[in-house]
């Protein structure tokens, strides 16, 4: 099986869904490069872009010095997100300012001349990111790159809601600090819910598109994976059950250890109250029928047709 290398791959979603359990089995491909998040563009309520900050610190791409001007933003830590506080070993900047030089610079080139030259470092051939953008701006990658591949990531909300919690609440914060942060965990929650079933729903009938849901991965993986790696053309191999990782999605925490932890399906149920999980459920009754969830059970899916808009 060969894949066509001009069909990028794009993990969308939201934050705790699994996407970078499915990122790491989808990079054992050698075929495949899915760059870290990029931050490219996001809600402004929710932090700052790289498209905002390419506006304040480098100005309009079409006046002199914006070449240097950008190459120096992207090494210089400011950018949000891990990738950018580690772009000097991750982007080869020689090449990159070649690429970005062999084109008139506009937010598409920037974009594209980001992910061919990471893959490259890496000895891809193939283009593809988790989370490149926030998922709100799933447009924004179909026009750029009409034939890119989507997979989009979720998760049953209240786990999502859970893990979110459990990352951001610190035990010696006080009682006002951990009450403020699950308030805004509950609105964030509640949010991302909307957001998953709209871009879901606006997706679901497209061919290059496929949802991918946490549960479904953690239940059956040898199914689910082959079933991913089918819709991307690429082949399986065994060592995608096996994902090295760190993270509560997983078996064991630490550098040798590896595997998908099924009873992390289930942790949500002692980390939450059952006010707090009714809230979410009779919140979203819509969502959750469009997402295949109802009452904690998980509509069984063998065939991407289940996902198709009523």
Known sequence: MRPDSSRPVFIIGGSRTGSTMLQTILSTSPEINLTDELQFRSPWWLHRDLVSDIKTHVGPLDKPG????????????????????????????????????????????????????????????????????????????????????????????????????????????????????????????????????????????????????????????????????????????SEMLSPKQFGSSFDRIGRDRQGIERSSLELWRTSMSRVTAKAIEVGHRRAFKILGYSNDTITQSTDAAIFRSD
């Open 66 to 237: 914006a070449l240097d001007r950008l190459v120096a933003l992207l090494y210089s830590g400011i950018p949000v997100g891990w990738f950018w506080s580690a772009s000097d070993r991750l982007l080869d900047r020689d090449m990159l300012y070649s690429e970005l030089s062999s084109s008139p610079l506009t937010m598409r080139t920037i974009f594209h001349a980001i992910l061919k030259v990471h893959a490259h470092t890496r000895n891809k051939e193939r283009l593809g990111a988790k989370f490149p953008m926030h998922y709100s701006n799933t447009q924004q990658l179909l026009d750029w790159y009409p034939n890119c591949l989507l997979i989009h990531t979720t998760r049953n909300p209240k786990a999502v809601y859970a893990s979110q919690a459990a990352k951001y609440l610190k035990s010696d914060q006080d009682w006002n600090s951990r009450s403020l942060m699950r308030c805004k965990q509950f609105v964030h929650i509640n949010i991302q819910i909307s957001w998953t079933a709209r871009v879901h729903k606006q997706l679901c009938n497209l061919p290059n598109y496929r949802l991918s849901r946490y549960e479904d991965l953690v239940l059956n993986p040898d199914y689910n994976i082959r079933q991913l790696c089918d819709f991307l053309e690429i082949e399986f191999h």
